[in-house]
Nanobody, 111 residues
Framework: QVQLVESGGGLVQAGGSLRLSCTVSGLTAGTYAIDWYRQAPGKQREFVAFLTSSGTKDYADSVKGRFTISGDNAKNTVYLQMNRLKPEDTGVYYC?????WGQGTQVTVSS
């Protein structure tokens, strides 16, 4: 059974940092891609970043230069390091394997 579990969300002031984790079970490390998405209240879920099994990365324009996606195959975990956070980064952050979604983790950035 495939499971994606996000963690690391919380409340932070604008300009601060958080690191989100997406721990994957049921899939072999290094064989899948992971996307991060986020959903703000009243808005559609939007793409944030992806990491492919070959190490290719890409980011939404709104987070380029501030967010970094990385993976640790030994831990079967994908991270999203978020720096210089802004209030508009507030939302529930989800990881997605292309088929399966995690349950999400809340990020709140206060101004």
């Amino acid at each position: 059974q495939v499971q994606l579990v996000e963690s690391g969300g919380g409340l932070v002031q604008a300009g601060g940092s958080l690191r989100l984790s997406c721990t994957v079970s049921g899939l072999t490390a290094g064989t899948y891609a992971i996307d991060w998405y986020r959903q703000a209240p009243g808005k559609q879920r939007e793409f944030v970043a992806f990491l492919t099994s070959s190490g290719t990365k890409d980011y939404a324009d709104s987070v380029k230069g501030r967010f970094t996606i990385s993976g640790d195959n030994a831990k079967n975990t994908v991270y999203l390091q978020m720096n210089r956070l802004k209030p508009e980064d507030t939302g529930v952050y989800y990881c997605y394997s292309g088929v399966y979604w995690g349950q999400g983790t809340q990020v709140t950035v206060s101004s």
